[in-house]
Structure formats: C-alpha cells, structure tokens
C-alpha cells in the first residue's frame, strides 16, 4: 500500500478526524488487524486564515507547499489537505506539489452527481463561500451552488474561526446555524446543505434538517480509505 501524507492543523479537530476514521476505516474494510501507515504535517489554521484575508495566495501556495515538502521528505506518495479553504490554491498547488493531491472539492462534486444533485447550499468559511473553486468544481457537473446572504456569511465566517476552529460548540451558535439552514432550505429549494468547512460537522452532526447535509470532509475520507485500499 502506497503512504499517505495530511496536512493537517487546518484545523486540529478534522485533522484528529481524518486520522481517526482513515485508520479504523481501513483496519474494518481490510477485516485484519491493521492500520496504514500515515505522515501528518501540522500548519496553523489560523496563517491561512490571515494569508486569505490578504488575498494572498502565492504566500499561501508557498506555506502548503513546504509542509507537503516535508511530507514527501518522509517518503508520502501522495497527499491531501484536510482542510477545505486551502483548496482555494489546489490548482495552482497541484502543479507544483512533488506527490499527486487529492482534493476534496472534486470528490464532494463527483459524490453530488453521483446522487443527482441539482441545487445545493454551501456552507463554508468566508473565502469558501465568497471564492469560486467550490463552485466551479459542482458547476462543471451542472449543479448550481448557492450561499447565504451577506448577513449569515459574516456570522458563519465569524463563529468558524472564533469558536469551531477552536473545538467549541456553542448552544446559541448551533440554533441560529439550524435557523439559517432552514431559511435557506425553504426559500431556495435546495437539494442538500453542504458542509463546506471540516468543522462544520462538529455543530450539525445534532441538527436534524428538512433535508440531508453532504459532509464533504467524509466523502474526502471515504475517498482515502478506498485509495489506500485500492492497491
């Protein structure tokens, strides 16, 4: 089996997630007892966070590109980030990356067609909702994204970096998350709430919605696991 590499820390929690269910996920499917073996390279969510406000995508290209170095240093042959904001650079990181990417956009899309989606909400930090790599990767396959109005952006985009991405999960928070999903849900007549940020599962994995969420970072693993297991 070929060595998987993470870049991780973008954040801690879904980096303990992916950890987590890419371990157990091939110990179950291969009905042995073992775990593959994984390099994860730590970076700070909070860089990349600043480096998107600033628009700069070069210095954020070059910030992922020395920790996917010092994956392939330790001998990875191939890599996925575990966080979805940094795929605003994955094109552009792809093409110089020393080990093949898998992005966890392109998988999210490919499992929306498998399922026929049509219409679907992204949920997501404020440069996944305000970017366009989302969106292209789903309207490639004739699915239209939507996203919130200005308003639920800025909350969203807030209450990501100043209690999710720090492992929180607030009550008031998780209602007001429910209420815009709704909203959105009634007056969009979306097929699927997308949860477009790794952390977004912590707050919506006890919401009960009129429709079902795409948890994109599963889909991601789910990929992973079957990558790992293919050889």
């Known amino acids: 089996m070929k060595k998987l590499g993470l870049i991780g820390g973008i954040g801690p929690e879904s980096t303990i997630e992916y950890y987590r269910s890419i371990e157990y996920g091939v110990q179950k499917k291969s009905g042995q007892n073992f775990f593959p073996n994984i390099t994860i390279e730590s970076l700070n969510v909070f860089d990349v966070l600043n480096l998107c406000k600033k628009q700069d995508y070069d210095g954020l290209t070059d910030y992922l590109l020395n920790g996917i170095n010092q994956l392939s240093a330790a001998g990875v042959q191939y ?23 898998v992005s966890m956009v392109d998988t999210a899309s490919e499992f929306a067609k498998a399922h026929r989606y049509r219409k679907v909400c992204l949920l997501g930090t404020l440069p996944t909702m305000n970017g ?56 969009e007549n979306v097929d699927t709430i997308i949860l477009g940020c790794t952390e977004l599962p912590l707050i919506f994995k006890e919401i009960d919605l009129s429709v079902p969420c795409l948890n994109v970072m599963q889909v991601h693993i789910d990929s992973l696991i079957d990558l790992i297991m293919s050889e």
């Open 79 to 101: 890599a996925a980030l575990t966080g979805i904001t940094t795929h605003i650079v994955f094109d552009a990181l792809s093409k110089v990356s020393p080990v093949p990417l």
């Open 132 to 187: 366009t790599f989302f969106q292209q990767s789903f309207e490639s396959k004739g699915i239209e994204v939507i996203t919130p109005d200005a308003a639920e952006k800025e909350y969203i985009g807030r209450k990501i970096e100043t209690e999710l991405e720090l492992g929180k999960v607030v009550s008031d928070t998780q209602n007001n998350f429910r209420t815009i999903a709704e909203r959105i849900i009634q007056d």
